[in-house]
Structure formats: C-alpha cells, structure tokens
C-alpha cells in the first residue's frame, strides 16, 4: 500500500513540475557588449530609484556611489541637490550628513528647499518645513497591511507636492496654503494598491501613477485609465512602457493609448529598462531589446540569479554584485 501511495504522490508531483511553463525564445543572439563590472557587495534592499548594498554604499541615478549609510539605514531617496535620503525604519531619517528624529517609521521621502515630504508606515503623509521644524501639512488615511514593496516617494510638482499612499490613492497638497487641493484615487479596491510609480512626464505635463493593477495619468485636460497587472512600468521620451504579469509588453502615450504590443509566451519580466531603445529581463535568463517602432526585437543571453535582486535605473540593469551598461 506504501508503494502505491509513493508511487501516486510521484506521478502527481511529476506532473505539476511538467505542467509548468517558461519562456523559450525561438533564437538568440550573442551580438551585445554588455560591459558587465562588479560592485562592492550585493543589493540588500531597494526602492524605485535605487537601492543599498549590504556594504551600506548606495545605488542611484548617478550610478554606483561610494557614500556609506550609517549602520542600520537604507536608502530612499535623493534631494534636488543630490543628497541621499536615507531611513532606519524605525525613528530617524538622514537627509545628507544630517540626522532627523522623526515620529514614525518613514517609508519614502523627499524633500525641495526647506520642504521635506514624507510617507510613513502607519499610511499618514507630512509635509514640514526644515527650517523651522513645523509641521505645515498632516493627513492620516485607512492602515494598509499588506504593500508591494515598489513604494513610490512624494513627488514635488510647481507650487504643488503629491503624496503616494499605501492604500491606492496620491494627496495632493498646496504648497501656498498647506492645504489639501485634490484625491486621486487610483486603485482603491486591490489588496496590494499601493502607489508603485509617480512621476511627471515634462514635456506633456503629465502625472503618470501606478499601482500593481492601474495605470492612471492625470493632465490639465483630462484623466485617463488602464486596468493591467503590472510587472514594471518606466517613462522615457513621452511614452510610457509596461510589462504585465501575463507577458506582454506595451507601449503607450501619455493618454494611456496603446500604440504597440508585443506578446511573450510564459514570460515572467523582472524590470524594463532603456538606452537608445527598450529592453525587458526575463526569469530564464534572457533580455529581450525592442525595436522603437516595435515591429522587430532581439533576444540576448542574460545570466543573472533570479532569486536575488535586481534593479533598471535609466541604461543600467544592477543585480546581485554586478551590473551592465546597456549599449
């Protein structure tokens, strides 16, 4: 009866591995110099705009930094003047050389002239001014339990800052009269809907937010939505571009108008990332290059470890204690 049991347990573990399905590109090619160096240590955690090592050296826009970060603190943001805002994740934040007690575990920062913007755990939003350590703004909002870990920071925008929060929504507050101008709800009703991406494309003067399964912009004419489970989303050039959780790759204008699509079979994408054009890394060890236009793309070899992390800043892809330049 034993063997039989073993046998039947075999036979269904058997299947369940067999039935799962990966991403196979049809060709690949080795024609890419990827210019591959080492960093000082691995990624220990990191955030949209970049990520600290297990060293404490930091990883942002600028690329690979030498800056340390005390003992115990993470990194989350940069200051207009490039200083690094950092967090302990329990009563301080470090903005540059200078320490700040602050009343709650801070989870995403920034700061413009004296303003410093902050978004803390327990889901209420800040705005204080530096300078005199007042609080000018303060607003608490429903407990959020469960996050994806891409949370968005504060974004300042003219006379206005916008707050991402933990529950599907961005506060969007004056800066003249400290007061509270407009709620965008952007996905109230998912588990996980916190605020993963904000940001202003320039050109169209476009608020482009994301969470894990919406896409909103927001423009002086109008507001637009798309309903995707998303796997990345990065603006670049007045477009923006998406990779979902069901393989496809999207192109899009401001309007959130799909202007071209790409499917992959079974893949599962870890980030976008752009250099002359986009590029996509895939679980199995690939990064796929498409065309600007979208009609064509390449599939290059790419060997990363995909149980460890990995981060797109701009033309740079970090992973484990490495990192490459894309072409």
Do not use: W
């Not at 600028?62 to 805002?85: A, D």
């Not at 700061?111 to 889901?123: E, H, I, V």
């Not at 608490?140 to 870990?149: E, F, G, H, R, V």
Request: net charge negative; aromatic share 10%.
């Amino acid at each position: 009866m034993k063997s039989i049991i073993f046998a039947i347990f075999a036979v269904a573990l058997f299947t369940a591995c067999s039935g799962k399905k990966y991403y196979e590109p049809e060709e690949t090619s080795n024609n890419i110099e990827l210019n591959k160096k080492s960093m000082s240590s691995s990624i220990k955690s990191m955030n949209r705009v970049g990520a600290t090592l297990n060293d404490n050296e930091i990883i942002t826009k600028q690329g690979v930094s030498q800056i340390k970060l005390p003992e115990g603190f993470e990194f989350i943001n940069f200051t207009e003047n490039g200083e690094v805002i950092a967090t302990n994740y329990i009563d301080k934040i470090l903005i540059g050389e200078n320490e700040r007690v602050v009343s709650d575990v801070v989870v995403a920062a920034s700061k413009q002239g004296d303003k410093l913007a902050l978004l803390y755990s327990n889901n209420s939003v800040e705005l204080i001014d530096e300078s005199s350590s007042k609080t000018l703004f303060k607003e608490y909002s429903t407990i959020s339990l469960a996050n994806d870990t891409r949370i968005a920071n504060p974004v300042f925008m003219g006379s206005l800052v916008l707050f991402p929060t933990l529950n599907g929504k961005v506060i969007i507050v004056s800066l003249v009269t400290n007061e509270a101008v407009r709620n965008v709800a952007v996905d109230p009703d998912n588990e996980f809907n916190n605020v993963i991406n904000l940001e202003v494309e320039k050109d169209s003067e476009t608020l482009i937010i994301a969470s894990p399964n919406k896409l909103i912009s927001v423009s002086v004419r109008e507001i637009s939505s798309k309903d995707y489970e998303l796997r990345d989303v990065i603006v670049k050039n007045g477009y923006v571009y998406v990779a979902t959780v069901d393989g496809h790759i999207i192109k899009l204008n401001t309007k959130l108008e799909e202007l071209a699509k790409r499917k992959y079979k079974y893949a599962k994408f870890h980030a976008l990332a752009y250099s002359d054009s986009l590029y996509a890394v895939e679980s199995q060890g690939f990064l796929i290059n498409i065309s600007d236009d979208f009609m064509s793309d390449t599939v290059y070899e790419f060997s990363f470890d995909n149980e460890k992390r990995l981060i797109a800043i701009d033309n740079k892809i970090y992973f484990d204690s490495d990192y490459i330049t894309l072409p």
